[in-house]
């Protein structure tokens, strides 16, 4: 009974802690995404600098990593030549920085949940750019999943009572060009052996989204920040979105290192969803019956899509399985029939 009883206490204790770091995850996400809206939209905070907001967020991430893996050493550092390090490192951050700044942009011209319905495309980007790179393989059923979802984000595109053009090409941009990262990372990372968490990975990617943005921002916002002398820094408002940021990273580190992946996908769908009623109910963006039906097509072509990918995974693990216990089971024989050679050869002697 004690045994029986400690060992269900453990399941407990791993399931509330498995539900803790979603929560966590959802909290910091949906924070993030708000405050950055609040931060750059016109009628709000009023900054409209997305790269200038970047920027503040990465410079701060990369101080914040730099101290955790080389002063108090919290985090292991990973060991990268040079020759790695321009190669796969600084297009990785090339492609990160563009992503971020698209993003960011996109919430001074668009609602926060017309956004969050437009990026259920990413599983659509993701797929599209493995098979053009050649680490998906072309299957007729998923590309009739990923055609589902992109035409449940058009007809939510099409409800849209705020449709801003440029909004939505920045916003498709960051999709692409986030996805584009997803699918490098795999290329250039992972095929080399090299596993970066999120700490490690800002030490290496923060530091060259940096400087990447620095030029845009020179010719963009410089001159214009220049011109609005009533601007003074804010420590509190950028202090405080720096941290959440950075605090987003982590949780991404517990959320998959403790869970998976696919957990964080299904979080992310749950926050979704969340923003989407903060966004109507408490920013009072208009969300339209079409908005919903749309959105609620999409939704429907990314669950088929995570619970695709679930399946082709528990299939993996149980053919690993299978192989391991045949190889076990082939080496056991081997030990016998040892043994059984071994006593005849006694026998005989």
Same mark, same amino acid.
């Given at each position: 009974?004690?045994?029986?009883?400690?060992?269900?206490?453990?399941v407990?204790k791993k399931?509330?802690?498995?539900?803790?770091?979603?929560?966590?995850?959802? *909290?910091?996400?949906?924070?993030?995404?708000?405050?950055n809206?609040?931060?750059l939209?016109?009628?709000?905070?009023n900054?409209p *600098?997305?790269? $200038?907001?970047t920027?503040?967020?990465?410079?701060?991430?990369?101080?914040?990593?730099?101290?955790?893996?080389?002063?108090?050493?919290? +985090?292991?550092? +990973?060991?990268?030549s040079?020759?790695?390090?321009?190669?796969?490192? +600084?297009?990785?951050?090339?492609?990160?920085?563009?992503?971020?700044? /698209?993003?960011? =942009?996109?919430?001074?011209?668009?609602?926060v949940?017309?956004?969050?319905? /437009?990026?259920?495309?990413?599983?659509? #980007? &993701?797929?599209?750019?493995?098979?053009?790179?050649?680490? %998906?393989g072309?299957?007729?059923?998923t590309?009739?999943?990923?055609?589902?979802?992109? !035409?449940?984000? #058009?007809?939510?595109?099409?409800? @849209?009572?705020?449709?801003?053009?440029?909004?939505?090409?920045?916003?498709?941009?960051?999709?692409?060009?986030?996805?584009?990262?997803?699918?490098?990372?795999?290329?250039?990372?992972?095929?080399?052996?090299?596993?970066?968490?999120?700490?490690?990975?800002?030490?290496?990617?923060?530091?060259?989204?940096?400087?990447f943005?620095l030029?845009?921002w020179?010719? &963009?916002?410089?001159?214009?920040?220049? %011109?609005? $002398? $009533?601007?003074?820094?804010?420590?509190?408002?950028?202090?405080?979105? =720096?941290?959440?940021?950075?605090?987003?990273?982590?949780?991404v580190?517990? /959320?998959?290192?403790?869970?998976?992946?696919?957990?964080?996908?299904?979080?992310?769908?749950v926050?979704d969803?969340?923003?989407?009623? !903060?966004?109507?109910?408490?920013?009072?963006?208009? &969300?339209?019956p079409?908005?919903?039906?749309?959105?609620?097509?999409? !939704?429907?072509?990314?669950?088929?899509?995570n619970? $695709?990918?679930?399946?082709?995974?528990?299939?993996?693990?149980?053919?690993?399985?299978?192989?391991q216990?045949?190889? @076990?089971?082939?080496?056991? /024989? @081997? @030990?016998? %029939?040892?043994?059984?050679?071994?006593?005849?050869?006694?026998?005989q002697?």
């Open positions: 009974m004690g045994k029986g009883g400690s060992l269900s206490d453990g407990v399931i509330l802690l498995s539900y803790s770091y979603v929560a966590i995850w959802i *909290f910091l996400s949906f924070t993030v995404i708000v405050y809206k609040y931060i939209d016109k009628k709000m905070y900054w *600098f997305p790269i $200038s907001l920027m503040i967020h990465m410079s701060f991430c990369a101080t914040l990593a730099f101290l955790l893996i080389k002063v108090f050493k919290v +985090v292991e550092p +990973v060991s990268m040079r020759e790695v390090f321009l190669s796969s490192v +600084v297009p990785i951050g090339a492609l990160y920085s563009l992503s971020l700044w /698209l993003s960011n =942009s996109a919430y001074i011209y668009l609602s949940s017309f956004i969050q319905m /437009l990026k259920a495309l990413m599983p659509v #980007a &993701v797929y599209s750019i493995g098979v053009l790179f050649k680490k %998906e072309f299957k007729t059923d590309m009739v999943n990923m055609l589902s979802i992109s !035409f449940g984000v #058009a007809i939510a595109a099409y409800g @849209e009572a705020r449709f801003d053009t440029w909004g939505v090409i920045l916003q498709l941009g960051a999709v692409a060009f986030e996805a584009t990262r997803l699918v490098m990372i795999q290329i250039l990372l992972t095929s080399k052996g090299i596993t970066l968490n999120p700490i490690t990975s800002l030490y290496y990617v923060a530091p060259c989204c940096f400087v943005l030029v845009p020179i010719f &963009v916002e410089l001159p214009v920040l220049r %011109e609005t $002398s $009533s601007f003074h820094f804010d420590f509190v408002i950028f202090g405080t979105n =720096s941290v959440c940021a950075f605090a987003l990273n982590l949780a580190f517990l /959320l998959v290192g403790k869970t998976s992946a696919l957990t964080m996908n299904v979080a992310g769908v926050k969803w969340l923003l989407i009623a !903060f966004s109507w109910s408490v920013i009072k963006d208009t &969300v339209t079409i908005n919903l039906f749309g959105y609620g097509l999409a !939704f429907l072509g990314v669950g088929y899509y619970h $695709s990918k679930l399946q082709a995974l528990k299939a993996k693990e149980a053919q690993k399985k299978a192989a216990a045949d190889e @076990e089971a082939g080496r056991l /024989l @081997e @030990e016998r %029939e040892g043994e059984g050679n071994d006593k005849k050869s006694e026998s002697g």
